[in-house]
């Protein structure tokens, strides 16, 4: 049984567009979910126990939880208590507190892989926490959680996919109305698979060369 592409390839036009759109998404999440995972790995580490067991709490419920059922929460439950965003806004914002979760654990690692002389550097230097934590500690942990935050970003694109059950033409959405137009799934969902393959290598591609460009620095 052969395979025919001939129904699929004249929607190209509609697998770039839900690849652009899919881009967007996960560029707006990675921004945001590195920010505030950044935050709470900052917070994972305070001297302050309540802070702490709050940043543990949140790293806990995001991690325990399904990236889907946090989608679902918030473009779907929150209109309950009167919070009404729209598919995109929902979407973005469930991936990037989906991914601050990781990525909190990430930077918290990091950070407590730093020398602990480092941080009795910056008293001796009569620098407060924050700024030992800004100017010191944080640099020298980034090098090492750079790894981490590659795989943490291309995985961040791979779920992005889950956005098709906000109803949002994403990549996957569109490959699945495709489908329903030319009944050629296994063309379709290959065209489909593949666009990810390469959106996710170029990310790793980049990823690496700027760890390979700080390793030098």
Known sequence: MGFDFSLVL???????????????????????????????????????KPVRMFAACYIYVIRGTPALIQLFFIYFGLPALGVNLS?????????????????????????????AGQWEAGKVLGMSYGKAM??????????????????????????????????ITELTQVGQQVRSVTYASFETF???????????????MLLRYVEKRWSVV
């Open 87 to 115: 598919a995109m806004a929902s979407g973005v914002i469930g991936l990037s507190l989906n991914s601050a979760g990781y990525v909190g654990e990430i930077v918290r690692g990091g950070i407590e892989a730093v020398p």
């Open 134 to 167: 800004r100017f010191i500690v944080l640099p020298q942990a980034l090098r090492s959680m750079l790894p981490a935050f590659g795989n943490e970003f291309v995985t961040l694109i791979k779920e992005s996919s889950l956005l098709s059950t906000l109803a």
């Open 190 to 204: 290959i065209i489909v698979g593949a666009m990810y393959l390469v959106m996710t290598s170029l990310t790793g």
């Open 10 to 48: 004249p929607r190209m036009d509609m697998f770039l567009a839900g690849a652009l759109v899919t881009i967007q998404a996960s560029l707006m999440s990675v921004l945001f979910g590195a920010i505030l995972g950044t935050v709470v790995g900052m917070l994972r580490v305070m001297p302050l």
